[in-house]
């Protein structure tokens, strides 16, 4: 069997029709937008129409999107630029401990500005409650920043409420779409938000390109400094292949979104089921609202890590913890504020399935894992301990 | 990230198990800090390390390291083996990521909690 | 004849053997390098061998190169991350009035944050004088930015004689090598800098990826939070074809860069020379020391944007002012700080020669101008005015 | 980011040149605000524009502009003529990028002042 690709929340293979539409841009037309001549108003056309594409696809206006070098830089820019613009009408913003680090990394930053930041909790299966955001609204909230979708456990998040508690409150409402776009129907107009990032190579589009949304006459300080690239919000030679593909992967998965949730939910259902009958497994996140390829699950007396090892060698991608922070070894901010202990924490494995996957590798997947577990709990000076109780 | 021999040493480990009445039992680590590693050895007569056991609880670096140590250790004086340092391990392994380097520390203070056991009985 | 470009300064066309470097990466090389698996290592070891190639090239070591999404955010974080680092010693900065807004306008926006910053004048052809950078030092100056080769009139600084004056102050030494790599022998040591910035578009790499050199030892504070990638220096998932493309482009620009020179400077004064035998033209930069492709030239009496569009009718793609601000309706600020008088900065036409350019292309161009620019000229309000006078 | 309109007034511009004793003469601009223009106006009895002439240092926008503005001018009456607003010339050249709008106002302006010229006279 090939090599077997269950990391689909990391990254994604790029699809072959985005390719198709970048090869023009990586060869012929190669001018820069911001030039006058043909060579750089053909580009320009281009990344217009993309960018009309995508505000289409995302219910919003043409002049409301600036593409970004990715969903990082679209989370520090909706969240920093947000926050600095208001600051003269208050200080007090409101995220989640189940954020990205694109977005709780830079709320907490904020506070060395002077802002004051709430995190709020979750519930056993990752879910922020509405009504703690509505309790942890101050006269002085400006900004809350809240995911769609959980990177690592797959929670959906009740974002439309949350969105319309922002709206009756009059304040702004940023939304971290990176994991949800290409996996649910992401609408501004429906979910409320002001605010929004998504990442291209999360619904397999190209590396290193991301798109803000800023609702019209939202204020947002910009960032960066240079030439006044989308309209000074954005400075720097666009990444224009990058623009394109993105606009198609876009495209794309919004045309087979229903079929592709589908047969990815029916995969997930399959591997989550087969991973629970082990022995001591238990499923992470909700058991319901989660994004369709997520299956997140610990496995007592032993390491995420070495089980990912493991099931490399048979040739299987799988991740433990979030992929930006694999090299570090604390256990997952996210598993760890579900409640859970350490130890389950850091037993925790996550597969994310995409379109590519099949029932055949679900199933071959599921011998490897009862194989590796088996293996590395023999191994395991926990589950010895465990034996002599 | 990790070393070929890393990984070779994660997925063939050597010695791992338990030991029937060891002449010494170490046990270094714990859930909060990340790895915890047990190590059992049996000495002869002369002070050598004739057989040595390990169990792991950690990542690929954790076993991969207490593999690696254990066979540096067999067959060695147990003033030598107490010696041997955790730079000694990661440098047989070819290297370890810098956020894993204390995993072959572990494995290191492990082998000599179990040769001060193995010394206390001796007394 | 095809379309001719010579706006190589506002972006080059992409190598087919960077091209080529790239294609596995976007396609099945597409693993995240932050990724433990198979997939993610494969990716992250092209990832450092790139890191190391480049760092050779440059005299570096790999540890002190960051990826980033273009010259603009390297500059970025350069000036802004170095200066917040430094900020305890000190709050003066010194730059030049010929920068890119990349690194001039980042500079002025550091004064809201307290910041000094002290504008260096050039002399009429666009050089600092080496003795204003030492007589503007003070005792709280914390860094010094000038680029080594101006985008728009092409004139080279003396960077290695502001660097031996930045290092005998123990000042920190940034420069903005955007348009010199690839035209210009670049190397960290023999320049005495502590920061540099490049952009792959501008060597014959894609766009959207661009590197920030840090010497060893340096103390920059990061822009955006996020996952810990390069050190937690630049969070975001990395543009990995893009990073593997510019390393194929700077090798072949360093390999091929004293032909490309030698060839470039000879089609450069093939058409300065054409260029200054037709009436009332001028040179704008440097003489001599002026880079390898750069021809600036102001025609009086006609505009440079007319002049541009006038020759893109006739195929030729070039530049007036430079590309980010050709939207913008002000007179170059560079040539307005060399001291010529707005009308003549207006006049200014920007021909940036490439690798692809020929002898049969110069002298084209330079049938084309002259067509232009009388025709321009009989049209012009204010060349009928001199006639009258 | 210019409409093939403007490309095409720009680069076939209609009336461009002096005018031999022209009825009203204007000029608009200067170097300092971009560009300038001036324009020509020969008026019959009628007070209708027989004939429109101008010359134009700028950029493409002012060009075309200038270019529209002498085609929807000629055979007009001055009083109608006078009424017209940048906004129609830039509506007649598919529309202009926003910081190019200004240009249009030139062309306008200069015609304006031609005709203030041209009725100057008649008193
Ligand atoms: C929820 C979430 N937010 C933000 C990001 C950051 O996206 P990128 O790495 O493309 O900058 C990621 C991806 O790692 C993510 O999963
Ligand atoms: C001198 C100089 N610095 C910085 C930049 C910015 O580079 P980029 O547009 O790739 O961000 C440019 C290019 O426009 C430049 O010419």
């Known amino acids: 069997m090939d090599r077997i690709y269950m990391d689909n929340a990391a990254t994604t293979p790029l699809e072959e029709k985005a390719l198709e539409a970048m090869m023009p841009f990586l060869k012929e037309n190669y001018g820069n937008p911001s030039s006058a001549h043909t060579f750089g108003r053909e580009v320009r056309k281009a990344v217009e129409e993309t960018r009309e594409k995508m505000a289409f696809l995302l219910g919003a206006k043409p002049e409301e999107i600036y593409f970004t070098s990715g969903g990082t830089e679209a989370d520090n820019m909706a969240i920093v630029g947000a926050a600095r613009a208001l600051q003269d009408r208050g200080n007090h913003i409101i995220t989640t401990s189940v954020e990205h680090h694109a977005v709780l990394d830079t709320c907490l930053a904020l506070q060395e500005e002077g802002f004051e930041v709430t995190v709020l909790p979750v519930d056993q299966h990752g879910m922020v409650d509405p009504d703690d955001v509505r309790d942890a609204l101050q006269d002085n909230t400006i900004l809350i920043s809240v995911m769609h979708a959980n990177n690592e456990v797959g929670t959906i998040q009740p974002v439309e409420e949350i969105g319309r508690a922002a709206r009756e409150s009059n304040v702004l409402f940023h939304i971290d779409a990176v994991q949800a776009v290409g996996n649910l129907p992401v609408n501004v107009e429906t979910l409320n938000v002001d605010l929004l990032a998504l990442s291209a190579h999360k619904f397999y589009g190209p590396k290193g390109v991301g798109l803000l949304y800023v609702r019209e006459g939202t204020k947002v300080n910009r960032l960066t400094h240079g030439g006044g690239q989308e309209k000074g919000m954005r400075a720097g030679t666009e990444n224009i292949p990058g623009i394109i593909g993105m606009g198609k992967a876009m495209e794309l998965a919004y045309s087979q979104l229903e079929e592709n949730t589908r047969r990815m939910e029916s995969l997930r259902d399959r591997l989550i089921q087969g991973c629970l009958e082990m022995e001591e497994a238990k499923l992470n996140g909700h058991p319901t609202r989660r994004l369709p390829g997520n299956v997140n699950v610990s496995f007592e007396y032993i390491e995420g890590e070495a089980l990912l090892l493991s099931l490399d060698f048979k040739g299987i991608a799988a991740s433990s913890g979030s992929a930006c922070s694999s090299g570090s070894m604390n256990p997952s901010h996210v598993l760890m504020a579900t409640g859970m202990s350490e130890q389950t924490a850091r037993g925790a494995i996550r597969f994310s399935l995409g379109r590519h996957n099949t029932v055949e590798e679900i199933d071959y997947t599921l011998q490897a894992v009862k194989e590796s577990v088996d293996k590395l709990r023999s191994m395991s000076s926990l589950y010895q301990g465990k034996g002599e109780r | ?123």
């Open chain 2, 1 to 123: 990230m990790y070393s070929d021999k890393v990984m070779e040493h994660f997925n063939n480990p050597r010695n791992v198990g338990d030991m029937e009445n060891p002449d010494g039992t170490g046990e270094i680590g714990n859930v909060r800090c990340g790895d915890i590693t047990k190590v059992f050895i049996k000495v002869n007569g002369q002070g050598i390390i004739e057989d040595i056991r390990f169990r792991t609880f950690g990542c690929g670096a954790a076993i991969a390291s207490s593999s690696m140590l254990t066979e540096m250790v067999k067959g060695r004086h147990v003033e030598e083996a107490v010696k041997i340092t955790d730079i000694e391990v990661a440098d047989n392994l070819g290297g370890l990521p810098p956020q894993k380097l204390h995993c072959s520390n572990l494995a290191a203070d492990a082998l000599k909690a179990a040769i001060k056991d193995y010394q206390d009985r001796q007394k």
